[in-house]
């Protein structure tokens, strides 16, 4: 079974530039999360989906941020315009209902604005 | 006060050595706490859960001490695999958000 997709791995782009990440849960998981890791910082929580409905975005940092889940499968979130501030690894994860703790995280885009 | 507080270490000990990390959280009334572990540039990865308390699974220990606020992993029988950082995390929003430490590192050598 495929695990937590993320793409891309990497991203290079110029302070002000848009970036979108894009990631694939694992198949059947309705919980969809995405974090965040600013180097020499803890991972930090984001946003959370159930399905295609926003349950909790308590942790997007400004309205630069936007987070989608079309149809309940697939994520992207979309920086725009990008900050220096914004460099990190941005982690997708998914889990079962009712299994928010057993979270399964793809392998992360890391982020650079320069 | 952050959330969840770990030593960030490293920990440099020998193969077959045990160690053990303990994690200090602020909120009394957390119910779910559970360990992840993370490789170099690599996801994190579900290691244990703990509840209540605590669990055992082969050489992993974690344990849980609602009245002093900490939860602890104990390694026995260290191996060169077993070289990571240790995430302590615990489950809020409802159980729908994690909240991890910073990690502790630990180096197993030979």
């Known amino acids: 079974e495929a695990g937590v997709t993320q793409f891309p791995s990497h991203s290079v782009i110029e302070k002000g530039q848009t970036v979108t990440l894009r990631c694939d849960p694992i198949?059947?998981?309705?919980?969809l999360y995405w974090y965040r890791r600013v180097m020499g910082k803890e991972i930090k929580f984001l946003l959370h989906?159930?399905?295609?409905?926003?349950?909790?975005e308590s942790g997007m940092p400004n309205n630069r941020f936007l987070a989608e889940r079309t149809g309940g499968t697939y994520s992207t979130l979309k920086v725009q315009p990008a900050e220096l501030e914004d460099s990190g690894v941005y982690f997708c994860?998914?889990?079962?209902?009712?299994?928010?703790?057993?979270?399964?995280f793809g392998q992360g885009t890391r982020l650079t604005v320069v | 006060r952050k959330e969840v507080e770990q030593d960030p270490g490293p920990f440099n000990v020998p193969e077959g050595a045990t160690v053990a990390f303990n994690c200090t959280y602020s909120?009394?009334?957390?119910?779910?706490f559970f360990w992840y572990r993370q490789d170099c540039r690599k996801e994190p990865k579900l290691l244990m859960s703990?509840?209540?308390s605590g669990n055992e699974d082969g050489r992993f220990t974690a344990q849980l001490n609602r009245a002093s606020q900490y939860i602890s992993l104990l390694i026995r029988d260290s191996k060169l695999s077993d070289s990571a950082t240790y995430l302590c995390?615990?489950?809020?929003?409802?159980?729908?958000?994690?909240?991890f430490g910073t990690g502790t590192q630990l180096k197993v050598e030979l």
């Open positions: 909120n009394s009334a957390s119910q779910s």
């Open positions: 703990v509840y209540s």
């Open positions: 989906f159930v399905k295609e409905s926003k349950q909790d």
């Open positions: 994860a998914s889990s079962q209902t009712g299994t928010g703790g057993e979270a399964f």
């Open positions: 198949s059947g998981h309705d919980n």
């Open positions: 995390v615990r489950l809020t929003g409802g159980g729908n958000k994690l909240t």
